[in-house]
């Protein structure tokens, strides 16, 4: 198996399941229903004063969907804290042909030219899927978490998932509900159905070759357009994702 058919891939994470494999150098990948499922309510991002204080200081150059193959390098490479991997190269090819087809974002923390940390995820409707994140620097993955539930809150979704709950994202503020729960919530969210033809299958637009059924569909760039209707007129954007001040705004609002 080269990859997974994207309708296909797309079809079981409507249904609430999603692969993995056994390790890097595994050929093949096994379909994955967690029993208990962790999310993170959208209006319940744990917003520390000292995570506030790096967002506003924008340590971090955050940008989106700029460098999405090699943040899934990245969450692929062993750690001391994660000496093996279920990213092969069948999940590899598979979500970068998601995100060819407007249905897979990342988002990524740099210090310069570095690479250190970020997340990718999956994008249905109003449910984003996060499938791995990583950080290489402290800190990296919680600033990329707080743009990624900023963004997602900006741009109309209603779904968090984050699969299997961690210490981490517990902390963070996501919280685990038996799998029957969550079903209820994905298809509530999938249900619903938008006005009119040409309805997007995605964030931003259907993707070619791949069944559109009319889902209501978040808008990945909404955040874009609020950073700058916020930014000082004529400001310099020196980051790929607005200053962290508008961040800290979304999410002391919703928190």
């Not at 249905?103 to 994008?123: I, Q, R, T």
Request: hydrophobic fraction near 45%; glycine fraction near 10%.
């Amino acid at each position: 198996m080269e990859s997974i058919d994207p309708a296909l891939l797309l079809s079981a994470y409507a249904q609430g399941l999603f692969p993995m494999a056994d390790g890097a150098d595994d050929p093949s990948v096994h379909w994955v229903e967690p029993r208990l499922r962790a999310i993170l309510p959208l209006g319940g991002f744990h917003l520390s004063r000292s995570l506030k204080k790096l967002i506003l200081s924008d340590r971090f150059r955050v940008t989106t969907d700029t460098a999405f193959r090699a943040m899934m390098a990245l969450c692929a490479e062993p750690a001391d804290d994660r000496p093996t991997t279920w990213i092969n190269p069948v999940i590899k090819t598979s979500y970068e042909r998601l995100f060819q087809l407007g249905h897979a974002h990342s988002v990524e923390c740099w210090l310069g030219d570095d690479l250190v940390g970020g997340l990718y995820g999956v994008s249905l409707g109003r449910a984003f899927f996060g499938e791995s994140m990583v950080s290489r620097t402290r800190d990296a993955s919680k600033v990329a978490l707080a743009h990624l539930v900023a963004r997602l809150i900006a741009g109309g979704w209603q779904l968090l998932d984050c699969q299997f709950i961690t210490p981490h994202l517990e902390s963070l503020g996501a919280i685990e509900i038996p799998q029957a729960d969550y079903l209820r919530r994905l298809y509530s969210v999938l249900s619903e159905r938008a006005a009119g033809a040409g309805a997007a299958f995605g964030a931003d637009g259907p993707a070619a070759g791949v069944p559109s059924p009319p889902f209501v569909a978040g808008v990945w760039s909404a955040l874009d357009a609020l950073g700058a209707a916020t930014a000082d007129l004529g400001a310099a954007r020196t980051t790929g994702s607005p200053p962290g001040y508008v961040i800290a705004q979304l999410l002391t609002k919703t928190s």
